[in-house]
């Protein structure tokens, strides 16, 4: 021990200093990618939500319109509804079939 003077004391306390801070640094670096990490996965997944609310939505409208439709074709109105009111005609014969 009597080989390690003062200054080289001072300078392995700042080398340690200096790799304590190192350390520390590296630590938050890895927090902070940690937390973008976990932001751009609820960034990511709130996306996919409104992109799911937004199928559902239009597929909420086609069926609503095709509904509406059917409706319509069920309970016609105008021409339609005369025409589907109308009894069929009687059967006419044209020829018979020798027996």
């Known amino acids: 021990m009597s080989n390690i003077t003062i ?10 200093a200096e790799l304590k801070k190192m350390v520390a640094d590296f630590k938050e670096a890895k927090a902070s990618e940690k937390a973008a990490r976990a932001a751009a996965k609820e960034n990511k997944a709130a996306a996919r939500a409104v992109a799911r609310a937004v199928r559902e939505e239009k597929k909420a409208a086609r069926i609503a319109k095709l509904e509406a439709k059917l409706a319509s074709l069920k309970n016609p109105v105008g021409t339609a509804a005369r025409k589907a009111a109308k009894k069929p005609s009687k059967v006419v014969v044209t020829k018979m079939v020798a027996a």
Do not use: H, L, N, W
């Open 7 to 16: 200054a080289m004391k001072s300078e392995i306390a700042a080398k340690r």
